[in-house]
């Protein structure tokens, strides 16, 4: 069973440009979660998608969005960007019985390394 | 709100030595924990998943054990090798997220 993919890997933006970061989950998974990894604040939680729907969404500013595709795909968009966005953002997967709490296992992507100049 | 720990956040130790990370949580009210490793530049690769109703989890060389009353779990990683070399990180599910700790850089000397 593939993993979880996310494009593009890198990415360099200039401030004030916008970006889209893809992320395809493990088939069969229908919970994607966002993450930013950064030197000093560590991983912080972006937002979580489950079937569509946006259950949550961490401290970011507004400039920060998601959605969810019919399949479970997720794509992340980030407007304006500011040098401090520049991170590791990770997606993770997993099955998510429906719950609100995770049971499962979260399965991490590669991460797309994203440099703003 | 659910706060995580890691201590040291980091550790150099030689190759075949014994090692234990720790990890500590503030509000035992949680579902599980999960073990995560993290290489340089790389996305996060999960070792272990401890229930809350489980004490120990065993994967080859690893063993997490969950102590909820405590807040605390640890990681004992048996005969370390330079491969074992990474970050592990902690994590506890809170809402639809996963709270992290900052990690534990290892590196395992030849």
């Known amino acids: 069973k593939a993993g979880v993919t996310q494009t593009p890997r890198y990415l360099i933006k200039t401030r004030g440009q916008q970006v889209t970061l893809s992320c395809s989950p493990i088939?069969?998974?229908?919970?994607v979660s966002w993450y930013q990894q950064t030197p000093g604040q560590g991983l912080q939680f972006l937002f979580e998608?489950?079937?569509?729907?946006?259950?949550n969404k961490g401290n970011f500013p507004g400039r920060f969005s998601g959605r969810q595709f019919s399949n479970s795909r997720s794509e992340m968009n980030v407007s304006t960007l500011e040098l401090g966005d520049s991170a590791l953002y990770l997606c993770a997967s997993s099955f998510a019985s429906g719950g609100v709490e995770y049971q499962e296992t979260q399965y991490f992507g590669p991460g797309t390394r994203l440099l703003v100049l | 709100k659910q706060e995580v720990t890691q201590i040291p956040a980091a550790l150099s130790v030689p190759e075949g030595e014994n090692l234990v990370l720790n990890c500590s949580f503030t509000?035992?009210?949680?579902?599980?924990l999960q073990w995560f490793r993290q290489d340089p530049g790389k996305g996060l690769t999960s070792l272990l998943l401890i229930q809350s109703s489980q004490r120990e989890q065993t994967s080859g060389r690893l063993n997490a054990s969950l102590d909820k009353s405590s807040g605390r779990s640890t990681l004992y990683i048996a005969a370390s090798q330079p491969g074992d070399s990474a970050t592990y990180l902690c994590?506890?599910?809170?809402?639809?997220?996963?709270?992290f700790g900052k990690g534990t850089k290892l590196t395992v000397n030849p």
């Open positions: 509000d035992s009210a949680i579902y599980n």
């Open positions: 088939s069969g998974h229908r919970s």
């Open positions: 994590a506890v599910p809170r809402s639809e997220k996963l709270v």
């Open positions: 998608y489950f079937s569509e729907t946006q259950r």
